[in-house]
């Protein structure tokens, strides 16, 4: 496809899927949503908080954006990424490709999110729901009748 479109966004509002553009050249439009899920190595989270190089991190979008509209020959690409923190169920990463053939938007949609893990200097750190169990009061110790305290010595 000739010419294509592409658009990327690093922004720290949320991610709205972009309007219908009628492109008469696409058989196929692949729309992929990055959620941020509940847990994160098996504890749970309240989100992420997530950090970029700005001016980077845009450059490497744009580089991928190009790249993907090339080699898949896609009509458009666009890649949005939010940055800051991202609450459970909500979308960190929105991508749209637009081809010719499904097969290709697949393709291209997948290979995206692949490159932009790989590349991109977009740092993630969980926000881990606080799961601290507090006692109303120490156990006793059997010996000295005293509370017991780690470390302490009797």
């Given at each position: 496809m000739?010419?294509?479109?592409?658009?990327v966004?690093?922004?720290?509002?949320?991610?709205?899927v972009?309007?219908?553009?009628?492109?008469?050249?696409?058989?196929?439009?692949v729309?992929?949503?990055?959620i941020?899920r509940g847990?994160e190595?098996g504890?749970?989270?309240e989100?992420?908080?997530?950090?970029a190089?700005r001016e980077m991190?845009?450059?490497q979008l744009?580089?991928?954006?190009?790249?993907?509209?090339?080699?898949?020959r896609l009509?458009?690409v666009?890649?949005?990424?939010?940055?800051?923190?991202?609450a459970v169920g909500?979308?960190s990463l929105?991508?749209?490709v637009?081809?010719?053939?499904?097969?290709?938007?697949f393709q291209a949609?997948r290979w995206?999110?692949e490159?932009?893990?790989?590349k991109?200097?977009i740092?993630k750190r969980?926000r881990?729901?606080?799961?601290?169990l507090?006692r109303a009061?120490?156990?006793?110790?059997r010996?000295?009748?005293?509370a017991s305290?780690?470390?302490?010595?009797v």
């Amino acid at each position: 496809m000739a010419n294509p479109v592409c658009e990327v966004l690093l922004t720290e509002g949320q991610l709205n899927v972009p309007e219908n553009r009628v492109d008469l050249a696409a058989g196929a439009r692949v729309d992929f949503q990055g959620i941020v899920r509940g847990s994160e190595d098996g504890r749970e989270i309240e989100g992420i908080d997530y950090e970029a190089h700005r001016e980077m991190a845009e450059h490497q979008l744009k580089q991928i954006a190009e790249q993907a509209a090339i080699e898949f020959r896609l009509g458009s690409v666009i890649i949005h990424h939010r940055i800051g923190f991202v609450a459970v169920g909500e979308p960190s990463l929105l991508t749209r490709v637009c081809s010719g053939h499904r097969e290709a938007a697949f393709q291209a949609s997948r290979w995206i999110v692949e490159e932009l893990k790989k590349k991109v200097t977009i740092w993630k750190r969980p926000r881990f729901k606080s799961n601290v169990l507090r006692r109303a009061s120490r156990p006793r110790s059997r010996r000295s009748g005293v509370a017991s305290s780690e470390g302490a010595t009797v």
